[in-house]
């Protein structure tokens, strides 16, 4: 029993040395009169996390989008057409440098014919160069650390051809994401 009444004192001070290994004092003993100081200094940090956040507004229905689409033998002034859709826009929120994504999450389109994810095209502006999509993510815009920056808008034109656009339903994955370089 006085082992271990021994075991729990030693277990005691321990602990209580390392509380005062951690502790910083400061004391003053004097019998001087006029202003007298003690400082005791402490370090305070924090870890700041990167902050980025992508909203994007727009899309047809929740997160899809419909592509305008031929109608009528009439929409085929020739063999192949390009038929323009307003896509959605986005806003980004970013405590630090970050860039903007688009990719395609398949080399073609599911449906009844396998067509190429690159008769989707994109660009930021309704009259601008048009990239076609592929699956290896392209940077769409750039941006510093901003609250909320401007909305930039996804513009599409999409290639139809008469002779290899089998009729059916078709649709093809977009990834838009957001980096931080």
Same mark, same amino acid.
């Given at each position: 029993?006085?082992?271990?009444a021994?075991?729990?004192?030693?277990?005691?001070?321990?602990?209580?040395?390392a509380?005062?290994?951690a502790?910083?004092?400061?004391?003053i003993t004097?019998?001087a009169?006029?202003?007298? %100081?003690?400082?005791?200094?402490?370090?305070?940090?924090?870890t700041?996390? %990167?902050?980025?956040?992508?909203t994007? %507004?727009?899309f047809?229905?929740?997160?899809?989008?419909?592509?305008?689409?031929?109608?009528?033998m009439?929409?085929?002034?020739?063999?192949?057409?390009?038929?323009?859709?307003? @896509?959605?826009?986005?806003?980004?929120?970013?405590?630090?440098?970050?860039?903007?994504?688009?990719?395609?999450?398949a080399?073609? +389109?599911?449906?009844p014919?396998?067509k190429?994810? @690159?008769?989707?095209?994109w660009? !930021?502006?309704?009259? @601008?160069? +048009?990239?076609?999509?592929t !699956?290896?993510?392209?940077d769409?815009?750039?941006?510093?650390?901003?609250?909320l %920056?401007?909305a930039?808008g996804?513009?599409?034109?999409t290639?139809?051809? +008469?002779?290899?656009?089998?009729? @059916?339903?078709?649709s093809?994955?977009?990834t +838009?994401t957001?980096?931080?370089?």
């Amino acid at each position: 029993m006085r082992k271990l009444a021994l075991a729990g004192a030693a277990a005691c001070a321990v602990a209580m040395s390392a509380q005062v290994a951690a502790a910083q004092s400061c004391s003053i003993t004097s019998t001087a009169a006029g202003t007298l %100081s003690c400082t005791v200094v402490s370090t305070h940090s924090f870890t700041m996390p %990167s902050l980025l956040q992508l909203t994007m %507004s727009g899309f047809t229905s929740g997160t899809n989008m419909t592509l305008a689409a031929p109608t009528a033998m009439s929409d085929y002034s020739t063999p192949t057409i390009q038929m323009p859709t307003t @896509g959605p826009s986005y806003q980004v929120a970013a405590n630090r440098n970050y860039k903007v994504q688009i990719s395609a999450n398949a080399a073609s +389109f599911a449906g009844p014919y396998a067509k190429p994810a @690159g008769d989707l095209a994109w660009s !930021t502006s309704a009259v @601008g160069t +048009f990239t076609p999509l592929t !699956t290896t993510p392209a940077d769409i815009s750039t941006g510093t650390p901003t609250t909320l %920056s401007a909305a930039v808008g996804v513009f599409y034109k999409t290639t139809y051809n +008469f002779a290899t656009d089998v009729p @059916g339903s078709y649709s093809l994955g977009v990834t +838009f994401t957001l980096v931080a370089p």
